[in-house]
């Protein structure tokens, strides 16, 4: 004897619900947007400047290129986090916050970015970077590697390097600790650069 059991619309809708909450549900979880810029957002200064620096969009890693923020793991292993992102490409979060450091370290120089694909106005140096590395963990602190090419405009001088940074300890305050420690290995990678630079066009003098 087979028995039959009818299902009414409201049980049906129980059923579902005790089954997991609908997708559109799921994912409305709230996103959060960081940027690496410390304050106001940055202008370069004014005309009256001895010589100008124009900074490109950096050349950001394919795993690291994207809208997520990017965890570090383990040695062998990151996690992309999908409630956690950045509020602008990287390539141009960190171009933005090297040239602030920049215009810090730069004494009478005017310090501009480039927008990607941009016509490039004319300027003294430019600065390319290459990001090699940036691990960011919400335990272990963070990590940036980068190589960096200035070229002088007028005479095609170029001078690279190499700029490291690290900030050791567990950054406090989860994700917001954890880019606040980004922003500050960044200084520190611009203060680098900024001093190579300032003495190549003090030798130029």
Not at 17 to 42: D, E, I, M, N
Not at 43 to 64: D, M
Request: with cysteine; net charge neutral; proline share 5%.
């Amino acid at each position: 004897m087979t028995s039959v059991v009818k299902v009414t619309p409201i049980a049906a809708a129980l059923l579902a619900w005790l089954a997991g909450p609908p997708a559109c549900l799921r994912s409305q979880a709230k996103v959060h947007y960081y940027t690496l810029a410390r304050g106001a957002p940055f202008e370069a200064r004014g005309a009256a400047a001895q010589y100008t620096v124009q900074v490109a969009p950096v050349s950001v890693p394919e795993v690291l290129d994207r809208p997520e923020l990017v965890l570090r793991v383990s040695d062998t292993e990151l996690a992309v986090d999908d409630d956690h992102r950045w509020a602008e490409p990287l390539r141009t979060g960190i171009a933005r916050a090297v040239a602030e450091s920049l215009a810090r370290e730069l004494h009478g120089a005017a310090v501009s970015t480039a927008q990607q694909g941009a016509t490039k106005p004319s300027s003294d140096v430019e600065l390319t970077i290459d990001l090699q590395r940036l691990d960011v963990s919400l335990t272990g602190g963070v990590t940036i590697d980068v190589a960096w090419t200035a070229r002088w405009a007028k005479d095609g001088t170029i001078r690279s390097g190499r700029s490291t940074a690290r900030i050791q300890d567990a950054p406090p305050g989860g994700y917001d600790g954890a880019v606040t420690a980004c922003a500050l290995a960044l200084d520190a990678v611009g203060s680098d650069i900024g001093r190579s630079i300032r003495l190549q066009h003090l030798s130029r003098r």
